[in-house]
Every structure is written in C-alpha cells, then in structure tokens.
C-alpha cells in the first residue's frame, strides 16, 4: 500500500463555481444484490443462453446528517486488477442519512472500471444534494474483465436494476428524478438506456454477443422501448463509446428524447471525436449540450487522479496503468473540478427544477474565472435541430 495519499477530493483555486463540494456532509455505504434471471452472456453460444444471478457491489453517496467524522478511506484495485491502492475522500462510511428525499444518480464505468473510477462524482454530487449510486459491472471491472459483449448486452440493464435496488433498499432516494452518469461503455448504455436503440447492423457485429442477444436493444423495438425509463429525466455520457463502430444510427439516436449532456476530449483514439460529435448532431429529439476538452484524449472529465501505485509498470498489462488515468495534456484534477461544475449545473436543472442552473448550461462559461475556460468548448443544440 502506497504511503502517498491518493486524494479524490481535491479541488483546485481555479474551480468553477458548481465544482467541489457543497453543503451536506457526505455517507457513504456498499450494498450488495443479485440481478435474478439474466442471461448469462459471457458463456452464452449460438445454441444456449443460460440464465444466471448477476451479482452488483453498489457504492451508495447521500448527504448526511452533521456530526460525522468525514474521510473513511477507499481501499480497491487499480487498472491491473491486482495492485490495491487506498483512495481517500470526505465522505463517512455507513453515517447517518440526512432528512428528506434527494434525487437519484447513477454513476456507471467504463470498460474495464469499478464504481470508484468517477468517486469523485460521488461525493461531490452527494454533498450538494443528491444520492448517487456507482456500481461494479460484471464482468467489466478491472478483476473480472470478460467478454466484450457481455458489457454491450448487460449495460443499459444494470443502470436501470441500480435504479430498482436503490428505490427498494433507500427511503431517502427519490428515484422519480434520476440522472445517469456514463464513461465510455457507461456512456453507451447511458445512451441507450435514454432512448437511443442501437441499430440493426450492430447485432450482427464482430463485437457483439452471440445469438442476436444484442437485438434486445434495436432502435424501435418492443424490448428497447420497454427498457426506456420514466424516472430518468437526463443522461451524461462521458467519451461515449460506439457511434464509430456504427453502434447507432440516425433514427435510433433521433430516438433520445431526455435532456444529454456529452463530455469529450477532442484527441479521443478510444471512442473517435468526429463520431462524438456525429451522436450530438444526430440526436435530435431533445436538447443536448457538448463539452469539449480540446487536446484531451479518452480519459477527459471521467477518471479519478491516477493513484501513485498506478504509476508503476505491472506485469499483468503491456502499458503503465497510469494511462488508464491520466491525459497527456490536462491535468486531472482539472478536468474533474470542471465535470463536477457542469454534472452539477445540469443535473440540478433536470433532476430538482432549480431554473438558477440554467445560466451555467447558456454557453458563456458563467461560474469561471476570467482567462479559466481557454481549451473548453460549450455548445448546445435544441430539440429538432
């Protein structure tokens, strides 16, 4: 264990005025439960899909009652999915709920992550009124990565199982104004949970799990349309991965209709800028905004600061696992300071009908320091255009 203290709270002089933390202290807890009756599509073939209990660890954000000492620490695994690192916060583990009802986020990882990637977001966003809900997906953390389409299939269906888990198990939680969070495959099913079917082409792709299991998600179909939730009222999708590989089409992304904020970096190798941009030109059903990190790659906005252990070549990956964290360019703390100004403003808007918010979303970089915006695009297009 690293002696270098990995801090996920920080927030620098230059932060944007929604960035950081906010009024409530933070709690903290992990649950635990079993999605019943899933297929299990990592073993699934042509010829059988058998069905499993798909296991979910769920790091649960809220505001809390005052008097808890803050800064339990995060003790996990970085990017080899061997190496434990210890992340510290603000939050206090298992601390007293605050009164009330507070809007619902979930926070979902990429591939490979686990729900501490975007921890940052997690707290922050409790502290200024919301639960936030960050699961590990199977197969899809850095232990347990398996079969691609696995990730492709199960996705969108565990952001809305995390939603039904929450509104069972917390009482505090007003699931009827959800946000979803996603980098990167979270921001693939982030999109298709919100609307945007993937298209028929993409079932049949080399990626995607055997069977046609993927068809579950086509644009307009009974099965997709179901899987939309009412209770989700807005999605960020973070480096969103698959409009390059021709996951989505025109129609099925015309077929968002929720509020979409897309943060990205311009230089992203992983999931293609032009193609990030093609999903914010194309979605033309809602309004949506477009945040762009220029000369940032894939690991914009989303992933914590790299822990000092990730610094360190390891002998189970071919590259050091501090590329899985960091940007060439920006720093870090940076990027996160300026993904929690815009999460906020957004979700506050969306989730609490606080108007106030709207200023920050009018593309004038309202809430920044004079000079603090160079190297940031802000663009918004309306509903039909």
Same mark, same amino acid.
């Given at each position: ?7 996920i ?8 005025e929604? =960035? ?6 933070v709690?903290?807890?992990t ?7 899933r297929?299990?599509?990592?073993r ?9 209990n ?5 790091e649960?954000?809220? +505001?809390?009652? +005052? ?11 970085i990017?080899d999915?061997q ?5 510290l916060?603000?939050? =206090?583990? $298992? ?12 926070i979902s ?9 975007m921890?940052?977001?997690?707290? #922050? ?6 639960i ?6 199977? $197969? ?9 389409g696995?990730?492709l299939?199960?996705?969108p269906?565990?952001?809305?199982a995390?939603?039904?888990h929450?509104?069972a198990?917390?009482?505090q939680?007003? #699931?009827?104004?959800?946000?979803v ?26 990626f995607?799990? +055997?069977a ?13 349309a179901?899987?939309?939730d009412?209770?989700?009222r ?8 698959g ?8 129609p099925?992304?015309?077929g ?8 990205a ?16 030109e194309?979605?033309t059903?809602?309004?949506?905004h477009?945040? #762009? ?8 906005a989303?992933?914590?600061p ?15 696992p501090?590329?899985h964290y ?12 300026? =993904? ?11 989730l ?5 918010m ?12 004079p ?12 509903k039909g255009?």
């Open positions: 264990m690293s002696h270098i203290p990995n801090r709270d920080t927030v620098r002089p230059d932060a944007p929604q =960035a950081g933390y906010g009024p409530h202290p709690g903290v807890r649950s635990q439960l079993d999605i019943p009756g297929i299990d599509v990592a699934a073939t042509e010829d059988s899909q058998p069905l499993y798909r296991p979910m660890t769920v649960l954000w809220y +505001p809390a009652a +005052p008097g808890n000492a803050p800064g339990d620490p995060y003790d996990t695994l990017r999915g190496t434990t690192t210890r992340l916060g603000r939050a =206090a583990r $298992d601390a007293t709920p605050a009164q009330g009802r507070f809007p619902l986020v979930v990882h990429g591939y490979p992550g686990n729900r501490f990637l921890s940052h977001l997690g707290e #922050t966003l409790a502290s200024r009124g919301f936030a809900a960050a699961p590990d997906h199977a $197969d899809s953390t850095y232990a347990d990565q398996g079969a691609f696995a990730t299939y199960h996705r269906l565990d952001q809305r995390v939603i039904d929450v509104a198990t917390v009482p939680a007003d #699931t009827g104004h959800t946000g969070i996603g980098y990167s495959m979270g921001g693939y099913g982030a999109l298709v949970f919100a609307g945007a079917g993937v298209s028929r082409t993409a079932t049949t792709a080399d995607a799990p +055997p046609g299991l993927l068809s579950r998600h086509i644009s307009g179909s009974e099965t997709h179901a899987l939309i009412p209770r989700v807005a999605a960020i999708a973070i480096g969103p991965w409009n390059h590989r021709g996951i989505w089409d025109s099925g992304l015309a968002l209709a929720k509020p979409l904020m897309i943060m970096g311009s230089l992203d190798e992983v999931s293609d800028y032009a193609a990030m941009r093609g999903i914010f194309q979605t059903g809602t309004t949506r477009l945040l #762009t990190f220029q000369g940032a790659s894939h690991n914009a989303a992933p914590i790299a822990p000092a252990e990730s610094w360190a070549a390891s002998p189970a990956l071919d590259f050091i501090f590329e960091a940007d060439p360019v920006w720093d870090t703390v940076r990027m996160n300071n300026i =993904a929690q100004h815009f999460a906020t403003a957004f979700l506050s808007l969306h609490k009908g606080d108007k106030t709207q200023r920050y979303l009018d593309d004038s970089f309202v809430g920044f320091a000079t603090s915006a160079r190297a940031l695009t802000f663009e918004t297009l309306t255009h």
